[in-house]
């Protein structure tokens, strides 16, 4: 393999592309909002430069951070609200959060509490098992009128696990308080859903397109929601939710307080931010580092003769808007792109042999959207400037480890955010780990997903494409449709027939790998300066180092 200098490959990568680690060198601003916009063009602010994360000025991680991990570094709004404890709770909650073995507060419950009492809008940097849950419940839980028999908190979450997780964490905490949580979720029948909202429900926790149909049916009313919680923000965009979120976000009132939580903070989840929230602080606490419109690098380790069919499912989990795909070979090109056709993708290839105007097509297509996933060789890659993508795949490991700068570089363009992933065989792991320390990428090794992981996603993903076709059909089209419900409910009994329905819904299916919906905005947002506010200026967040703390139960 070739290689350089480390001083050449520092410079290359600076001159490349300056935003593709997890550090402090670029921060991502949204365009100028109007009037009483969210201002997140800088939600995770900061008037001083950070300390690194575990990688140094030069954009190289030291040896200790490397096989240590950096420390905590907290960031938190400008102006910050001080941390609570358990025994700053109401007598009654604290006694339920002891009940069930809440001894102390996590950190995340601790420093999000009082944004939620003083009705600030946030976003929260969490990750499942940080104890997010329980950093919104109670404080809305101490904040919510039993008397009042109506849905006064909103939690959106992308699937029916999720959703009856948080039911299940409000019931316990609510107690014997007189408040009432239910779950609303795709997939299952109605009527159950229906008798809980009929009771009275003070919190409703559901995913977006299940709660849609209740509100469409009349069955739940928005109007006196006075918190809503946005759950796993970045999943809900890949689950393909954005459409019924704009929907949902036309029956809320304008008087509410609004909270994010999200593992990342790419482009397209701070534009949902814009959407939702008004003036918001960030708050993380992130052993990582915070991922606020920057690239993120991701490897799985990979049997050499299952690429392909991990690739695939690396797909389906991740529905990337627009991605390339890069291999070393023109014969390696040629075969995945044959995959992803046949497997129903909008995919082309790319490689020197095209002719400049072969070129300059499929790239206008990719450009314009036409095209999702592009194949390339490193070489016809070179020089691919399309803002829009959010996914690099490396399908094999470079040769020349310069060329996983380049490659990184077609992503998190324009100030905007990305991954990067790499299918890592066990022959080409050494070479990819030396890439790794040559530049002080911070890669994460992810577990393989399973072929069951996939479809528990895919299903709930499918559910809620189909019930939002159903909704959006006029009552002439649905007395047409009724005609084949005894067929269909034939063909559902009929063993022999189940293949006739599994492939009319893959058939669907492979029509909507063509249609990613995301929050509008075109290409990411160019970075910029904070604009500056008429009045109080937005919460703005500042960073500094904690010392690490017992985390306590995974609450």
Known sequence: ???KSDEDSRQDMNSENTNLFQGDKQEAALPGQQSGEVEVGRPHLSTQKPESHGVNAEGTASEEDLNAGAPDELVEPEQPLPRVSLADLPDWLRARAQEIGWNELRDVQAMTIPYVRARRDLMVQAKTGSGKTGAYLLPILEALDPALAACQALVLVPTRELALQVHTEATRLAGGAGIRAVAVYGGVGYGAQLDALRRGAH?????????LDHLKRGSLQLDDVRYLILDEADRMLSMGFYPDMRELRKSLPSERASYMFSATFPANVLRLAREFLRDP???????????????????????????????????EIENPSAAIIFCNTKQRVNYVATVLQRFGYDADQLTADLSQSEREGVLRRLREGRLRFLVATDLAGRGIDISHLSHVFQYEVPEDPEAYIHRAGRTGRSGGAGTVISLVSYAELADFNRIMRQYGIPAEKRPLPSEEDVMAIVEQRVTALLEAKLRDRD???????????????????????LDVIAMLIDDYYQETLHKVPVPEGGAAPKASAPRQKQGPSAPKSVRRRRRSRGEGRSH
């Not at 009552?475 to 409910?489: D, K, N, S, Y």
């Open 203 to 211: 919190i409703v926790v559901g995913t977006p397109g299940r709660l």
């Open 281 to 315: 602080g960030f708050l993380s606490l992130s052993r990582d580092a915070v991922y606020v419109a920057s690239t993120e690098h991701v490897y799985y380790e990979v049997p050499a003769l299952d690429k392909d069919r991990i690739l695939i499912r690396l797909i």
């Open 1 to 3: 393999m070739k290689r």
């Open 475 to 497: 009552p002439l089209q649905l007395e047409r449709m009724r005609r084949f419900v005894g067929l269909a409910r034939r063909l559902a009994e009929a063993e022999e027939e």
